[in-house]
């Protein structure tokens, strides 16, 4: 019965945004005066009908991705594929989604909100607390992946230039936490020291692929905007700094300056200012790093990352919520519009190219093959190394993000990650997140059986 009622949910959902969809089609083009509503919300009405259909197609995609033990992420992207080529069976309505402006800021608020959440998952202290061992396992699986990212690019695109090739060793570089404590906390690990490496290399690895988008992506700018002699080594070397500079300055700034700024905001008066100020830090860092060439998610990041409970102390004993539990009902209406958009971004023609299907094939076995890397800097042979390698597979929303910004760069007139590659990146993405959970689970449970038959 329970199984009937969600079905017929399901499907009345499906009518509803297909219902939707044709109102407007009838009002804009077939129903008449298409004028004759312009005075009851215009453009206002477009974008209310894009959140309709990609709010719903993600709650209906993450909730059936979910019901298969899956992250509820690859059921957004996967809605988001299917609106966006939709044009492939004559169904043009939602092609005026993918050049839509105001969502296209809506979706960058929304990673922005996500890394601001990833930041604050974890703090500096943490950082210093995670020992040697995350420490390696981080470098390991950042320069593995980018090397082998790199081969690959120069395998399948020799036509395309060096900084092409490098972007995407840089995107294959990202690690989504997420996903692995959610398959740690699901199988009881999460205390393990398995767990506590590859969440604590992971937040590394974080910090590290961020830095090395923002040079690659300053690289890119700087020669997009120069007079076709190329980039110097100097200023390659000023990239590097001012994406390094930029985070060590915020947290170093950040300690010093936050105390003081939560308490001049607790003595305002009114509802929201605790949520309103720490989105404040946020907005703020992410304005600065986009001012200075930076993308503004390493901002966002870095917010999330200085804000530590002791500098807000007075708004917590006077009862108020943690910042984390403030900002998700945030980030559960913005994010999915980001994933859902990167979906439609995806053009399934390009999976008709054999040539492309081997590029995404080769390019998912250098990630895999790139992130297992990481256990070559375990020494301790009572530790499972192969599963802290597998912990740090998936690619999931950091690898979209980096794909997302690659597709904004343009170098000689194209975009540094064209629709084919970008086509490639998201089937890389796709596979390792989906591997990842299953192959830890049982790698984690198989190295406790033998442990205790040790005993």
Known sequence: MRFLTNRRMFVLLAVMGVYAGYSLAFASGGGGNADSGAGHGGPVLEVLLELIVILLAA??????????????????????????????????LFEPFKVNV????????????????????????????????????AV??????????????????????TLVHVFIGAALTATSVGITARVLQDIGKINTREAKIILGAAVIDDI???????????????AASGSGDGISSAQVLWIIAKAVLFIVGAIVIGSIILPAYFKFGFVLRGKGVFLSFCLLVCFLLAFLAGKVGLAPIVGAFAAGLILEEVQYKDFRDRGEHQ?????????????????????????????????ILGFAAV???????????????????????????????PRGEVGLIFA???????????????????????????VTTLVTPPALKVSLLRGEKKKNNEK
Request: charged share 15%.
């Open 59 to 92: 709650k209906l995609g993450g909730d059936l991705l979910e019901r298969f033990k899956q992250p509820a992420v690859l059921g957004e992207l996967i809605m988001g594929i299917v609106i966006g080529n939709l044009h492939l069976l004559g169904f043009d």
């Open 102 to 137: 105001p969502l296209e800021i809506l979706a960058e608020i929304g990673v922005i909100i996500l890394l601001f959440e990833v930041g604050l998952e974890s703090t500096v202290k943490e950082m210093m607390k995670v020992g040697l061992a995350s420490f390696m396992v």
């Open 140 to 161: 390991f699986g950042v320069i593995a992946p980018f090397f082998l990212g790199w081969g690959v690019g120069i395998l399948f695109l020799p036509e395309e230039s």
């Open 208 to 222: 590290l692929g961020l830095v090395i988008l923002a040079v690659v992506a300053g690289i890119i700018t700087a």
């Open 323 to 355: 910042v984390e539990e403030l900002i998700a009902p945030i980030a559960i209406f913005l994010v999915p519009i980001f994933f859902v958009r990167m979906g439609m971004m995806v053009d399934l023609v390009t999976f008709t190219h054999v040539q």
């Open 363 to 393: 390019m998912t076995v250098a990630a895999i093959i790139g992130k297992q890397a990481c256990s070559l800097a375990i020494f301790d042979r009572t530790i499972n190394r192969f599963a802290i390698g597998l912990g740090m597979i």
């Open 404 to 430: 997302g910004i690659g597709a904004k760069l343009v170098l000689d007139g194209h975009p540094v990650v064209s629709s084919s590659t970008y086509s490639a990146v998201v089937i890389m993405v796709i």
